[in-house]
């Protein structure tokens, strides 16, 4: 049993930090209370029969779907309390969850940064309740760019190891469940749980049995093209971490080339936009969410209408994006082509695997940055900002980001792949770092 919890100081924290786009109600809390093993939240994009799935996006507002995602059913049975949904960036767009409908997180760190994103509530949430266990979702770095930011530990697991079933599609081939949490324990305790085939979701139904037994490791890869465009203080931090490694738990760290590495961010980007902008087609105010009454209008007024109304800026930035890349006649030239990087990248990290066990990067090449900084950024630097998660994201290998260090209290994250599915390897890494580094969470002040 967890840390017990009040529903008073829940709805503070909540009013506080904007973590949770929905939180339980006080009678379903109270009745839950003394029944419950854990607490758990789940992001915003995970359906879940008791709460409102809007995915951070107002085209949702009012849906509340008729089933639980697999991961959701899963820590339930075993004996979980769903306190709330998270807050995201609307559909999973975003590295800094700023482009939510239901408000924007604060980093509990620093209340003037972000906390990441797109699982920005799941990763404050962590950072501020002890034993909590975050649901949340990563496309091309939702896990480890929030986990980095606000200080705690952020896994996702192969494709296909977490059944998406339930899950609200944001780029089916790269969409993946994972955990966010505070320790090595918490994973070893619930990566199990929400892992292993599911009939409802064909993709998890071929892969081999999460064996989390011990596993050594010897050597671990730095691609050099890595470490361009890191600042300094997440440069530092980085290298102190990677010295503790090699001295204190005997890992010899080498660099290595990867020079498929600048290609991933903009295959990623093809890949991701062309299929959102397919899977948001669904959106139009006829079956879920927003449903409009009047039915008399032109199929294009009516459907332009309610997209136009309901979509942020960024959910249409994307569907742009995408729907250029799949025009007839410009599918080879960006779709494919994108194809064809997914599959050299893919070759580079098992070439690399040949030698080393795991590769390790910052996490993000700077510290979670303030608002107002944020609104400086067009979206192309926004988009830059993930170039260290998308490579493993877009390979569908197995990665976690771990706290590593601390500017003035500001927590910095390194990322650590390991091949498919070799989670195993990630969760030895981090026992093994938990005993020699020692993780900071903030104060809660309300
Ligand atoms: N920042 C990336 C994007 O906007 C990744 C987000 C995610 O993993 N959902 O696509």
Same mark, same amino acid.
């Given at each position: 049993?967890?840390?017990?919890?009040?529903?008073?100081?829940?709805?503070?924290?909540?009013?506080?930090?904007?973590?949770?786009?929905?939180?339980?109600?006080?009678?379903?809390?109270?009745?839950?209370?003394?029944?419950?093993?854990?607490?758990?939240?789940?992001?915003?994009?995970?359906?879940?029969?008791?709460?409102?799935?809007?995915?951070?996006?107002?085209?949702?507002?009012?849906?509340?779907?008729?089933?639980?995602?697999?991961?959701?059913?899963?820590?339930?049975?075993?004996?979980?309390?769903?306190?709330?949904?998270?807050?995201?960036?609307?559909?999973?767009?975003?590295?800094?969850?700023?482009?939510?409908?239901?408000?924007?997180?604060?980093?509990?760190?620093?209340?003037?940064?972000?906390?990441?994103?797109?699982?920005?509530?799941?990763?404050?949430?962590?950072?501020?309740?002890?034993?909590? *266990?975050?649901?949340?979702?990563?496309? %091309?770095? #939702?896990?480890?760019?929030? &986990?980095? /930011?606000?200080?705690? =530990?952020? $896994? !996702?697991?192969?494709?296909?190891?977490?059944?998406?079933?339930?899950?609200?599609?944001?780029?089916?081939?790269?969409?993946?469940?994972?955990?966010?949490?505070?320790?090595?324990?918490?994973?070893?305790?619930?990566?199990?749980?929400?892992?292993?085939?599911?009939?409802?979701?064909?993709?998890?139904?071929?892969?081999?049995?999460?064996?989390?037994?011990?596993?050594?490791?010897?050597?671990?890869? *730095?691609?050099?093209?890595?470490?361009? %465009?890191? #600042?300094?203080?997440?440069? &530092?931090? /980085?290298?102190?971490? =990677?010295? $503790? !490694?090699?001295?204190?738990?005997?890992?010899?760290?080498?660099?290595?080339?990867?020079?498929?590495?600048?290609?991933?961010?903009?295959?990623?980007?093809?890949?991701?936009?062309?299929?959102?902008?397919?899977?948001?087609?669904?959106?139009?105010?006829?079956?879920?969410?927003?449903?409009?009454?009047?039915?008399?209008?032109?199929?294009?007024?009516?459907?332009?209408?309610?997209?136009?109304?309901?979509?942020?800026?960024?959910?249409?930035?994307?569907?742009?994006?995408?729907?250029?890349?799949?025009?007839?006649?410009?599918?080879?030239?960006?779709?494919?082509?994108?194809?064809?990087?997914?599959?050299?990248?893919?070759?580079?990290?098992?070439?690399?695997?040949?030698?080393?066990?795991?590769?390790?990067?910052?996490?993000?090449?700077?510290?979670?940055?303030?608002?107002?900084?944020?609104?400086?950024?067009?979206?192309?630097?926004?988009?830059?900002?993930?170039?260290?998660?998308?490579?493993?994201?877009?390979?569908?290998?197995?990665?976690?980001?771990?706290?590593?260090?601390?500017?003035?209290?500001?927590?910095?994250?390194?990322?650590?792949?390991?091949?498919?599915?070799?989670?195993?390897?990630?969760?030895?890494?981090?026992?093994?770092?938990?005993?020699?580094?020692?993780?900071?969470?903030?104060?809660?002040?309300?």
């Amino acid at each position: 049993m967890s840390d017990k919890l009040s529903f008073e100081f829940l709805t503070r924290l909540n009013e506080k930090y904007k973590i949770f786009s929905q939180l339980i109600n006080e009678e379903e809390f109270l009745k839950a209370e003394g029944r419950y093993h854990f607490h758990f939240s789940a992001k915003d994009n995970l359906c879940t029969i008791d709460f409102q799935s809007r995915a951070g996006s107002r085209i949702l507002d009012g849906y509340t779907p008729p089933f639980d995602a697999t991961a959701v059913r899963r820590l339930r049975i075993s004996g979980g309390l769903l306190i709330g949904k998270t807050n995201m960036d609307e559909f999973g767009f975003g590295t800094f969850c700023t482009n939510s409908a239901y408000g924007v997180p604060r980093n509990p760190f620093d209340p003037d940064r972000s906390c990441g994103g797109s699982s920005g509530g799941a990763a404050a949430t962590v950072a501020l309740l002890d034993g909590h *266990i975050a649901l949340a979702v990563s496309t %091309g770095g #939702s896990i480890s760019c929030p &986990a980095s /930011f606000c200080g705690v =530990i952020g $896994i !996702t697991p192969t494709y296909g190891r977490v059944s998406r079933y339930g899950l609200i599609d944001y780029s089916n081939s790269l969409d993946k469940i994972g955990l966010i949490c505070r320790s090595a324990t918490d994973l070893r305790t619930y990566l199990p749980l929400i892992s292993g085939p599911d009939s409802l979701d064909p993709t998890s139904c071929s892969q081999p049995i999460l064996d989390l037994s011990s596993s050594r490791i010897k050597r671990i890869g *730095i691609p050099k093209e890595a470490m361009e %465009g890191i #600042s300094g203080e997440v440069e &530092a931090a /980085f290298r102190k971490a =990677i010295e $503790i !490694t090699e001295e204190q738990l005997s890992i010899k760290v080498e660099e290595v080339s990867m020079s498929s590495l600048r290609f991933a961010l903009p295959a990623y980007y093809v890949l991701a936009t062309s299929e959102a902008s397919t899977n948001l087609a669904r959106y139009c105010g006829m079956r879920f969410g927003i449903v409009k009454d009047d039915v008399n209008a032109h199929f294009n007024t009516f459907f332009s209408e309610v997209r136009s109304k309901f979509f942020g800026k960024e959910a249409k930035r994307r569907i742009l994006l995408g729907t250029y890349c799949r025009r007839i006649g410009f599918r080879d030239r960006y779709y494919l082509k994108a194809l064809s990087v997914r599959q050299i990248v893919k070759e580079e990290y098992l070439r690399i695997f040949q030698d080393f066990d795991l590769v390790v990067m910052p996490t993000m090449p700077f510290i979670a940055p303030r608002f107002s900084d944020i609104q400086k950024m067009k979206p192309l630097d926004m988009y830059k900002a993930d170039f260290l998660t998308v490579p493993p994201n877009l390979v569908g290998m197995p990665h976690i980001s771990l706290p590593c260090g601390y500017y003035h209290g500001i927590p910095i994250g390194f990322q650590l792949v390991a091949p498919h599915w070799e989670e195993r390897r990630l969760l030895h890494f981090a026992e093994c770092w938990e005993s020699v580094f020692e993780y900071q969470f903030p104060e809660v002040k309300l």
